[in-house]
């Protein structure tokens, strides 16, 4: 029988919406929620830090997914298995085991999230023709970004609002903010049950089995490690971002934190306009910036300013860290001028990635790139509290200015064909 046609603008735009919110749920708004609810920052960095790794670990799993079920069936069901856990944190936040069952809950996001991007990004090239995967690309960035404004902007400045109304029960607010997503994700996998499309290719792999797969796995892995300049590329992929690293956790709590343990003290509206919106929007605009430049002189040319502009305009956060401005404009000016650098900067990183992936197994070869990408956050955040809370923030700030030395040294033994990046002419 022949399948209804599903039109891509009734699917496409939340489904990417669908695959951010989970991400910066468990990234960036579980930050300022422990914070709240009274944890150190040693604390808050080391168990968050590790819900990177699902991320990490994701090639592990990513072969098999086609033999159980269609895409289509993995991602409604981890939207539901989603929804599911951020009920599990609305309903543990006000008890008694609240650390232990929002982790708990947490990583059941983490990895249904993890495998929701698996079959979403897969999907993605099933439900649409080429021209409409070119052409859709930007529409489904677009919203992915939507939700981490929505995620880490407005969600948190609802949960802020909430504390107002319900005279500061930061507990039973945050519950019921959670409550509120878990009602959209419902929403979402009912929507997607009836928009998403059945494309006839979208079927279990019967041809192949796990002896198969893994095999393939496997060889896959060999091939990763026998590439040119390898050593320097795992090296690149691990420490390029070491001061965003570290920095990532750390910048979002300092600016929650108390004035008396030298925080900026930011309100959760406050946070969830500077850096939940202004910082997303600077980090938005940077990577285009950064995209259309590399498009049209290739990465090598613009690698060096890309270099300088993810790991210099971290200096803001040292200034912020004496000066402890209580003037809004100008704590968002200098979030926004960070993030954008980190957008332009990440632009290098990005597409170096998509360089090394090149060859037969690109596919697969870039999705370990991913996992290496993953744990280049998740290794120096497990520490970056502790740091912090060791030296204090000001001298934290400069050891992480005094880390973008290392971003340099790796980048200088990069070979890369000048080539590479800029736009086909027509012959």
């Known amino acids: 029988m022949k399948q209804i046609q599903k039109k891509p603008w009734g699917w496409v735009p939340t489904l990417y919406f669908a695959e951010g919110l989970p991400y910066v749920a468990v990234m960036t708004i579980s930050l300022v929620l422990y914070k709240q609810l ?60 609240w650390l232990q069952g929002t982790l708990f809950f ?19 090239m099933l439900g649409l023709d080429t021209h409409q995967q070119a052409w859709f690309v930007g529409i489904r960035s677009t919203f992915y970004r939507l939700a981490t404004i929505f995620g880490q902007g407005i969600l948190v400045m609802i949960a802020g609002n909430l504390q107002v109304i319900y005279r500061n029960s930061i507990s039973y607010s945050w519950s019921l903010m959670f409550y509120g997503v878990t009602g959209i994700f419902i929403a979402l996998w009912l929507w997607h049950h009836y928009a998403l499309p059945v494309p ?52 979002a709590l300092f600016l929650i934190d108390a004035a ?48 300088c502009a993810i790991t210099l ?43 090394y992936s090149r060859g037969q197994f690109k596919t697969s070869h870039y999705a370990l790139c991913t996992a290496f990408m993953a744990l280049s956050m998740m290794i120096p955040g497990l520490f970056a509290g502790a740091l912090q809370e060791m030296v204090g923030y000001r001298m934290f700030f400069i050891i992480v200015m005094m880390c973008c030395a290392i971003t340099f040294v790796v980048t200088s033994f990069l070979k890369i064909d000048p080539e590479f990046g800029k736009k086909e002419k027509d012959s």
């Open 38 to 97: 009274g944890l150190s920052n040693t604390e808050i960095t080391f168990y968050t830090s590790w819900l990177y790794l699902p991320w990490v670990i994701k090639p592990l799993w990513s072969p098999f997914i086609d033999l159980i079920k269609t895409k289509r069936w993995w991602i409604v069901t981890m939207e539901l298995l989603i929804g599911a856990a951020f009920g599990g944190v609305a309903f543990m936040i006000p008890t008694s085991l």
């Open 106 to 124: 947490f990583w059941v996001m983490a990895f249904a999230s993890a495998t929701h991007d698996i079959a979403a990004d897969g999907f993605y």
């Open 200 to 251: 006839a290719e979208d079927a279990a792999r019967n041809d192949v089995n796990v002896q198969t797969i893994w095999k393939e796995f496997v060889n896959t892995i060999k091939s990763f490690f026998k590439k040119p300049q390898v050593t320097v590329g795992i090296l690149f992929m691990l420490l390029y971002r070491m001061p965003e690293g570290l920095l990532a956790k750390v910048s």
């Open 260 to 307: 008396h343990n030298g925080g900026m003290g930011l309100s959760p509206q406050e946070y969830g306009l500077v850096q939940g919106t202004v910082g997303v929007i600077g980090l938005t605009l940077g990577g285009i910036l950064g995209g259309i430049c590399a498009g049209k002189d290739g990465l090598k040319k613009w690698l060096w300013p890309m270099v």
């Open 313 to 355: 305009p971290d200096i803001v956060y040292v200034y912020l860290s004496y000066a402890l401005q209580s003037n809004l404009v100008v704590i968002n000016v200098c979030v926004f001028i960070e993030q954008f650098g980190y957008g332009f900067g990440f632009t290098a990183y990005m597409l170096y990635l998509i360089y």
